[in-house]
Each structure stands twice: as structure tokens, then as C-alpha cells.
Nanobody, 116 residues
Framework: QVQVKESGGGLVQTGGSLRLSCLIP????????VNWFRQAPGKEREFVAA????????YYADSVKGRFTISRDNAKNTVYLQMNNLKPEDTAVYYC?????????WGQGTQVTVSS
């Protein structure tokens, strides 16, 4: 079982920035496509961003396009989500998801709160 671990959440004011990190340990973690999802209170979990195993392909939800950037450092087994110009509607628990073949691993989430 791979223990996916998110970090970097916190409280920030509107317009501020945070960088989330997702550590996927193991020698095969560089093979994983990685997604970020988020879930706000009372809402369903929604897709935020994704990155291919090589880092050459990235995808974003329309709501975060131009503000969030996903990247990865396979030497550190880590994927990042740089979040700029944060808005109150970005408040949610952010989850990292690693996928490879039949493997599908989720972290416990990290809370991001944006105050107005």
C-alpha cells in the first residue's frame, strides 16, 4: 500500500498564495499520473488539476486555469500545486490522487481556507 501524503495547506487571505505538496513514496512513483481534487463542505469532490507521469502534459479545471500550476519533481517523488490569487471559493480539503495501471491511491487531504 502506497502512503500518499499531502502538505502545505493553511489559512490565507483572498489574493494570497499557497503551494501544496504531494509525496508518493516508492521507486515506481515516477510512473504515476497524479491528480489534485478538492471537496468543499456540502459539495461533491471535484477535479482541480492533473499531470502526466513525465510532467509533459497538464490539465486544469476551468475554475483554476491561469491561477494554479501543477508540476512534479520525480527525483523527490513529489507533485506540487502552486495556487495563486486564491479566492474564498477555493476553500476546501485538497486531495492528491496517484494512478498507475490498476493502482489508485489517495491521500488524507490538506485543508485550504481562504478568508475574504
Amino acid at each position: 500500500q502506497v502512503q500518499v501524503k499531502e502538505s502545505g495547506g493553511g489559512l490565507v487571505q483572498t489574493g494570497g498564495s499557497l503551494r501544496l505538496s504531494c509525496l508518493i513514496p516508492g521507486r515506481t512513483s515516477g510512473s504515476y499520473a497524479v491528480n489534485w481534487f478538492r471537496q468543499a463542505p456540502g459539495k461533491e469532490r471535484e477535479f482541480v488539476a492533473a499531470i502526466s507521469w513525465s510532467g509533459k502534459s497538464t490539465y486544469y479545471a476551468d475554475s483554476v486555469k491561469g491561477r494554479f500550476t501543477i508540476s512534479r519533481d520525480n527525483a523527490k517523488n513529489t507533485v506540487y500545486l502552486q495556487m495563486n490569487n486564491l479566492k474564498p471559493e477555493d476553500t476546501a480539503v485538497y486531495y492528491c490522487n496517484g494512478r498507475y495501471a490498476t493502482d489508485d491511491y489517495w491521500g488524507q487531504g490538506t485543508q485550504v481556507t481562504v478568508s475574504s
